[in-house]
C-alpha cells in the first residue's frame, strides 16, 4: 500500500521519499501551484535574502521541466 508521506523510516532512521517528492510536483503541475510558507506566513518579507532560494528556484525549474516534457501536442483538429 502506497501512503502519501513523505518522510518515511522507522525511528532513528527517517529518509524522504523521492516518489512522495516527484508526485508533489507533478501534482503541482495539474491545477496546482508551488508555493511558499514563509512568504504566505510573512515569516519573510520576498525571496531575495532567504537562504532556500536556490532550492525554491530548482523546484520550480523541475516542475517546469516536467510539464514542457508531459505536454506535447500530438495531433490537431480543424472543425472548418
Do not use: P
Not at 33 to 59: A, K, P, Q, W, Y
Amino acid at each position: 500500500m502506497i501512503k502519501d508521506n513523505i518522510i518515511v523510516g522507522g525511528e532513528g532512521n527517517k529518509s524522504f521519499d523521492k516518489m512522495g517528492i516527484a508526485l508533489a510536483l507533478k501534482n503541482s503541475t495539474y491545477g496546482g501551484e508551488l508555493s511558499c510558507s514563509l512568504l504566505e506566513n510573512t515569516v519573510i518579507n520576498n525571496c531575495n535574502d532567504c537562504n532556500l532560494r536556490s532550492i525554491c528556484e530548482g523546484l520550480e525549474q523541475v516542475a517546469q521541466d516536467y510539464l514542457d516534457s508531459t505536454t506535447k501536442i500530438v495531433n490537431s483538429f480543424s472543425f472548418q
